[in-house]
């Protein structure tokens, strides 16, 4: 089968690899769609993997073509896959909080991923996808399906005035499924016009540009969020979270730090001042594993509640290489979610 693997610091090689075999309790699922996650361009720039070669793919949708031992699916089921392998031994594991799970195992990073023509996946990991569901739609649910377990970590009320800090791939998903919750006015803040463009398109009431618009003033004059998300990762939004966050306001952690983040004495007070509710979000598990968050995910895009079409903005081959990564890693990108199509619909 054809695999791309990471054999190197910005290094792909499309490989000829053997058609792996499932076994007791795992599908080999022939992969149609797999998305390109901001988690994978670390581990392809920057050879941020646990060992070379290794095929990345963490976010796709497929069909089953050969069951293991003691697998009640049938060949032909069209499935979307959630990554995360816990060990289901641990304390985590047992107390219902597989995200925890220090032990785990991970498809696309300490495990062969889907930008293949073939992965394996355990079964208990495979959400059976409608046939009114496209491939290619439930190739993304896993990336709304971590906006979902960050929305969960807090209580929401219809009224509340949410910010979303970052409109990547994460914000714009919260975004979606915020609009679905059916939550009061939501504020989305980004440097690059197109994707807010894109978050006013799919639902944001208020956009705003750190580099035309003064964010002390704008939340000054319009009010700061009962509820705020910070998706971007960076060290100047998560300062952002805790300053332009009302009084007992709820704060969710969302994005993945990259720089040591350094708060004013007077930012850090505000969380006293303001007492202001912080939790931080990881993953998008839950018990039964793989967690209602997935269940939501496929009921949400199955039913047309959120449509995560407008977030596709490219379609890519595995002989393109690295070609999605570098699009995604121009600056002013106006990438969101690429997907490299491999079996397509008919997988």
């Keep these: 089968m054809k695999a791309l693997a990471v054999t190197g610091v910005e290094t792909f090689e499309l490989q000829e690899l053997a058609v792996p075999t499932p076994k007791k309790g795992e599908v ?3 992969v149609a769609y797999v998305g390109v996650c901001g988690s994978d361009l670390p581990r392809y720039f920057d050879g941020g993997v646990h060992q070379f070669p290794q095929v990345l793919g963490h976010e796709f ?8 031992e003691d697998v009640e699916l049938q060949k032909g089921t069209r499935v979307a896959v959630a990554p995360l392998v816990p060990c289901n031994e ?5 107390s219902g909080r597989p995200q925890l799970c220090p032990n785990y195992s991970f498809i696309g990073s300490r495990q062969q991923g889907a930008m293949a023509e073939y992965v394996i996946a355990p079964v208990e990991n495979c959400l059976l996808v409608p046939e009114t569901l496209s491939l290619k739609m439930a190739a993304t649910i896993e990336p709304l399906t971590v906006a979902i377990h960050g929305i969960e970590r807090i209580r929401t009320q219809s009224g509340d005035k949410t910010l979303v800090l970052g409109a990547g791939t994460i914000g714009l998903m919260t975004v979606l499924a915020l609009r679905a919750r059916g939550v009061g006015e939501i504020t989305v803040v980004d440097l690059n016009e197109q994707k807010l463009a894109l978050a006013k398109q799919i639902g944001a009431d ?12 704008h939340f000054k004059e319009n009010g700061f969020a009962s509820i705020v998300f910070e998706t971007a990762g960076n060290h100047l939004t998560q300062v952002q979270a805790i300053k332009y966050a009302d009084r007992q306001a709820k704060v969710v952690f969302v994005g993945t730090c990259t720089r040591p983040v350094n708060f004013e004495a007077e930012e850090f007070e505000l969380i006293l001042r303001r007492e202001l509710e912080l939790t931080g979000s990881w993953m998008s598990y ?36 690295a070609l999605p990564f570098e699009k995604m890693r121009e600056k002013d990108s106006k990438e969101v979610k690429v997907l490299y199509e491999i079996g397509g619909e008919i997988a």
């Design 28 to 30: 080999l699922i022939k």
């Design 206 to 217: 208020v956009v705003v540009n750190p580099l035309t618009t003064d964010l002390d003033t």
């Design 61 to 68: 949708s497929g069909s089953i073509v050969e069951v293991g």
């Design 90 to 94: 641990c304390e985590q594991c047992r």
């Design 286 to 321: 839950s018990a039964p594993f793989p967690g209602f968050e997935w269940h939501a995910a496929l009921r949400y895009l199955a039913t047309g509640e959120i449509d995560t079409t407008p977030l596709i903005t490219g379609i890519y081959s595995l002989e393109d290489q």
